[in-house]
């Protein structure tokens, strides 16, 4: 198994352009996340899904879309970059609580994508 | 706002010696986790404790939970160069349904040759 794979693993944009980060992961994972990680804030959950179709709004989701079509693929999208993007993004995935019967679960964390906005 | 905190932010100590880390939670909470993570990489699970259990131990690792006190504890024995790294506490609330989990700001561990 590959895991969760990121791509890509550094960008560099300037304001107002978009991008989209790409996660996908081969464990059929019904849990979903994405991360942003700033020096000395620790890491802050953007969006999440508990199933394709699903999305749900973190603690930090302004700027930010993300769709889930399919089980193995959670795209983050950047609508017009700003410099306050400028972040590490991380994505996880985990089995869901109604796998696990209410018993949460260890999250898988890519490897990370570098973002730097000018 | 986040749910645990680590306390301390960082923290320096010689090879071979223990290394204790806490991390405070505001909510009640279905289980805890800690993470680690080296620099410039993506986090790794360490272990889970659930909210009815005291203690748990995975190798050099032994993590407690107190929620009575809404806290952890995760202490590392016989520290070695590679255990620098940053450690996270990540809680899932016991009042949401889904799997949402947050996590803190972390603590910053050095180990000194």
């Known amino acids: 198994n590959a895991g969760v794979t990121q791509t890509p693993k550094f960008q560099v944009l300037k304001t107002g352009q978009s991008m989209t980060l790409q996660c996908a992961q081969d464990m059929n994972h019904e849990y979903m996340s994405w991360y942003r990680q700033d020096p000395g804030m620790g890491l802050r959950l953007i969006h999440y899904?508990?199933?394709?179709?699903?999305?749900d709004q973190g603690e930090v989701p302004n700027g930010y879309n993300v769709s889930r079509s399919t089980t193995e693929d959670f795209p983050l999208r950047l609508l017009s970059a700003a410099p306050s993007q400028t972040s590490v993004y991380f994505c996880?995935?985990?089995?869901?609580?109604?796998?696990?019967?209410?018993?949460?679960?260890?999250?898988?964390f890519g490897p990370g994508t570098r973002l730097t906005v000018l | 706002s986040q749910q645990g905190e680590e306390d301390p932010q960082a923290l320096s100590i010689q090879e071979g010696e223990n290394a204790t880390m806490n991390c405070s939670y505001k909510t009640s909470i279905n289980n805890l986790q800690w993470y680690r993570q080296n620099s410039g990489r993506g986090l790794v699970h360490l272990i889970l404790i659930r909210s009815n259990e005291r203690e748990k131990h995975s190798g050099r690792l032994r993590v407690t939970l107190d929620t009575s006190k809404k806290s952890s504890s995760l202490l590392i024995t016989a520290s070695r160069a590679a255990d620098t790294a940053s450690y996270f506490c990540?809680?899932?609330?016991?009042?949401?349904?889904?799997?949402?989990?947050?996590f803190g700001k972390g603590t910053r561990l050095h180990i000194l040759p």
């Open positions: 996880a995935s985990s089995y869901s609580k109604a796998d696990l019967g209410q018993l949460s679960n260890e999250q898988f």
């Open positions: 899904s508990v199933g394709a179709g699903i999305t």
């Open positions: 990540a809680t899932d609330m016991v009042w949401r349904r889904d799997d949402k989990i947050i």
